[in-house]
């Protein structure tokens, strides 16, 4: 199972009143801020922040999750796991991570088995949020992740410089934010697309456009409290079954508006070809 709430009482705070937790009042199922609120944790492990709140944007539904998880665990974003796992190396032994727009935590797995293994490295302790309450289910299994239903958009509920390291593959990023809450010298680690990821498939599935420059634009409006490590772009090719393809398309965008019959009635039945292509953005807090 994921972590006990108890073992984050340190990087997250209560999402009303900004206040620590009370280790007394708290436990492993619920936490109790000093002023008295109040989180219970679902049956499936996460805990939900937005109660009552909401969000203006659309949260991943059960059968986009499920594409995500098949076309994962089918290893077709491998290449990108290893350039992230890299990139990690530069971490201190049994960080804290904060994985921004997680979903099922596939990418966060990867890089704490990497980072527990070796006998004398402690593993890392690590927040998911992701707005998808079906995606956190799967997050919160994971060992030492607090699952956390939030928007990334809003000031995020962790403490001010707890984190050592963020994830933040193919989603929002709240660069103050993500500053806020990273101590200085930790990293921040972003894959973007790149204009020619899956362009040989645009013609033919909802996928959206990517516009030129999305790493530069986010160095630029990272100036000030992030410094610039490494940029490095990864082009790899893709086969594609006709299941596969449906569950790539389903689990983007395109699945909130694109049911899977008329996703699969594009595809035709026929084998897919198309290229990944992304870049991995390393930043260092100042």
């Not at 997250?12 to 989180?39: F, K, Q, T």
């Not at 049956?43 to 909401?54: A, D, E, H």
């Not at 984190?163 to 010298?185: K, S």
Request: charged share 25%; with cysteine; aromatic share 4%.
């Amino acid at each position: 199972m994921g972590a006990v709430l108890t073992d984050a009482l340190d990087l997250l705070i209560c999402p009303h009143c900004g206040a620590d937790w009370d280790p007394d009042a708290s436990s492993r199922r619920m936490l109790v801020c000093a002023e008295g609120h109040r989180y219970d944790a679902a049956r499936q492990g996460y805990i939900n922040f937005l109660t009552g709140r909401g969000s203006r944007l659309t949260p991943d539904t059960a059968e986009m999750v499920l594409a995500r998880d098949r076309f994962l665990a089918a290893g077709h974003y491998t290449p990108i796991v290893r350039a992230l796992v890299d990139a990690c190396t530069r971490l201190p032994d049994g960080p804290a991570v904060l994985d921004a727009g997680a979903g099922t935590g596939y990418y966060l797995a990867a890089v704490l088995d990497a980072g527990g293994r070796g006998g004398a490295r402690r593993r890392a302790r690590a927040v998911a949020l992701d707005l998808s309450p079906h995606a956190l289910r799967r997050a919160a299994k994971i060992p030492g992740v607090a699952a956390v239903v939030w928007d990334v958009w809003r000031p995020l509920p962790l403490a001010a410089a707890s984190i050592n390291a963020v994830l933040d593959v193919f989603a929002p990023r709240n660069l103050p934010e993500f500053a806020r809450v990273t101590r200085r010298g930790g990293l921040l680690l972003a894959v973007t697309p790149l204009p020619g990821h899956l362009a040989e498939l645009r013609s033919r599935l909802p996928l959206l456009a990517v516009p030129e420059g999305k790493a530069e634009e986010l160095e630029h409006a990272a100036q000030g409290h992030w410094e610039p490590v490494s940029r490095a772009e990864l082009a790899f090719p893709l086969v594609l079954s006709p299941e596969a393809g449906a569950d790539l398309a389903q689990m983007g965008p395109a699945g909130h508006h694109t049911g899977r019959e008329e996703l699969e009635r594009l595809i035709g039945g026929e084998e897919l070809a198309a290229t990944a292509a992304v870049e991995l953005s390393v930043l260092r807090r100042r």
